[in-house]
């Protein structure tokens, strides 16, 4: 077991503040699935903290890393509690290379469906949203203007390991992130409680068919006036009950899901 005071360990404990990722490029992924999805993508994990009750309890994936010739490091429960960033520490840790892509990069392959989150602010809801883009097939998720650090603890482990799936942007302005959308091909859609059109209206007429690039705001203000503006469309997802509104991660998982099956539906209609 390493000291509480090893240099390598010291080092990776800074990066539970925003400022030392950014300057290092590096993070931190806690917890077996997003240290096991981590590992699926080549040389992103550097090395793995990890308690002797954490190696007990996923001795596979800890051989399966050291196979990879990834260093493991056996560190004490204190340690571990110092690296994370939730309530819950579980005892293994990765440290990692940063994954996001240029702007560019990302729409290389002319992706079918994009998440662009414009100045989004909650850890919880920027992690849930990246996890579900991944599971509606989405490639690219961009995170534009001020928005939460997606390298953020809270973040990585709401992702569920879908950060190390996507095409990930960051620090890009919602001017950029639309410009580029559109140029690959998508239609871009702004998610409004206000929007001028009817998500079912848009699924009846089949216009969800088509590349869609989705833009989501943040909890509290949603999307600014400009970025509204600059979008083709604004559309609201109806509601049938009495509740005011949904949280912008439940009315992203609509959007998307309803722009993945809509998209699958035309492409085996037409195969």
């Known amino acids: 077991m390493i000291s509480d005071t090893n240099a390598r360990l010291v080092a990776a404990r800074r990066l539970t503040r925003r400022a030392a990722r950014h300057e290092a490029g590096r993070f931190l992924a806690e ?19 990890a308690t002797p009750e954490a190696i007990e309890r996923n001795t596979e994936l800890i051989d399966a890393a050291r196979t990879l010739g990834v260093r493991v490091d056996e560190i004490s429960v204190r340690a571990a509690a ?43 809801n920027a992690g849930t949203i990246l996890r579900t883009a991944d599971a509606a097939g989405a490639k690219t998720v961009i995170f534009a203007g001020d928005s939460v650090d997606v390298y953020n603890g809270k973040v990585v482990r709401a992702s569920a390991g879908s950060l ?10 919602a001017d950029d992130a639309v410009t580029a959308a559109r140029a690959a091909g998508c239609t871009v859609l702004a998610a409004a409680g206000s929007g001028a059109d009817n998500l079912d209206d848009l699924i009846s007429d089949h216009a969800l ?22 979008a083709d469309r604004t559309v609201r997802v109806p509601i049938y009950g009495e509740a005011e509104s949904l949280n912008v991660a439940a009315a992203a998982a609509v959007c998307l899901y309803s722009s993945a099956r809509a998209q699958r539906e035309s492409l085996q209609g037409t195969a």
């Open 31 to 49: 917890g077996a699935q997003a240290v096991r999805e981590a590992l699926g993508r080549s040389k992103v994990v550097l090395s793995i903290f």
């Open 164 to 173: 190390f799936h996507l095409d990930v942007v960051t620090e890009v302005s």
């Open 82 to 124: 110092a690296l994370s960033e939730t309530v819950r520490p579980q005892g293994l840790v990765a440290l990692c290379r940063k994954v996001d892509v240029p702007l560019r990069k990302a729409f290389d392959t002319e992706p079918r469906l994009a998440a662009v989150l414009v100045d989004a602010n909650d850890p919880g």
């Open 209 to 230: 068919d088509k590349p869609t690039a989705w833009l989501f705001g943040n909890e509290a203000n949603g999307l600014p006036r400009e970025v509204l503006g600059a």
